[in-house]
Each structure stands twice: as C-alpha cells, then as structure tokens.
C-alpha cells in the first residue's frame, strides 16, 4: 500500500534530538525515511528503533541531501522536519484534517516559532516565519531549505494553489522534481 504521507529527515550526529522528533510524527506519517551522513552516534540505531526507513549518503550540501531523501519518499505528501522540530499536538491534528479533505494547494507553509535557551524568540523580526514543509510529492512548490530551530508550529497556510517557479536561498534553481 503507498503511504499517503511520507515524513523525511537529513541527519548527522542527531542522536540527543531524533527521539522526540520522531514520536512528534506519530499519528500523521506512514512513513519516515531518514537519510544519513556518516553519523558516529546511535543516530541509526534511533530511526530504525521507531520504525524508519534508513538510509546513508555523504553529505553534499543541504540542497542535494534534501533532494535525495525526496526520492526515497513514497507517499503521495511530503513533509520535510529537521530533527531539532516537533509536530504539536494541533499540527498534527490540522495536517490529518486538512488531508482527510481535499487539498485545494500543491503546498502548505507551517508557522516555525523560533526558540532560544528555552525562550521563544519574539523581537527582532527573527521569532517565527513561514517554511514550505508540505508538499505533493510529484509537484512540491517550493525547495525545502535546511533550518535549525525548535519549532512549536500549529498554524497550516495554503503555499501555492498553482506551481510557481522559486529559488533556493542560495539563489540556485530549485531541485525538486518538476
């Protein structure tokens, strides 16, 4: 049976923040794939413990490592997590209401709040920001681009109802599948 939602990692030495990322995706991915740089922690033994699918490859940048753990996915929705970022419990739930019905977009951006020492950031203009994290896995709209935060999202937006073209932050085209 095909996943309807595949959740996908890049990791290295995530030993300490893969556990509570991945119970974070319980109840919303039916797969998880975890791709692999070279870790020499207990990284691998983590993911495969919960039930994901494990693979390793040498890092070659952020773009290119998010491209490869793409193309393992198999559900028909992606949903791109760095291990440092949690799920709440009202993202999960609006993901699964939102794909029990009939997604109207391609891609839906996820509210990431920004937290710092255990504090969420809230001046600066740094505290929280829109990230493409959901996506069709055949037309995603956008690259998913390499963050480090402790994200406390539970807020979905639609990201794009039709495809647009977009760059990566590096300014290079984007290396989804078209």
């Given at each position: ?21 991945l ?79 009939k997604?109207a ?29 959901l ?44």
């Amino acid at each position: 049976m095909t996943p309807r939602v595949s959740a996908f990692l890049i990791v290295k030495n995530e030993a300490k923040r893969l556990p509570a990322c991945l119970a974070s995706l319980e109840g919303v991915a039916d797969e998880i794939v975890v791709l692999d740089s070279d870790s020499t922690d207990d990284t691998l033994e983590i993911a495969r413990a919960a039930g994901a699918r494990v693979a390793s490859r040498p890092f070659d940048g952020f773009g290119a490592q998010k491209q490869a753990a793409l193309e393992l996915c198999r559900g028909e929705w992606v949903l791109s997590i760095d291990a440092d970022e949690r799920l709440t419990p009202a993202l999960a739930s609006e993901i699964r209401a939102l794909l029990d019905g009939k997604p109207a977009a391609v891609g839906y951006e996820v509210r990431r709040e920004l937290h710092y020492l255990g504090h969420r950031l809230r001046f600066g203009g740094t505290g929280s920001d829109w990230v493409l994290r959901l996506a069709r896995r055949e037309r995603p709209a956008s690259p998913a681009r390499p963050y480090t935060s402790g994200s406390r999202s539970t807020v979905l937006r639609r990201a794009f109802a039709r495809r647009c073209p977009t760059t990566s932050t590096s300014g290079s085209p984007s290396t989804w599948p078209r």
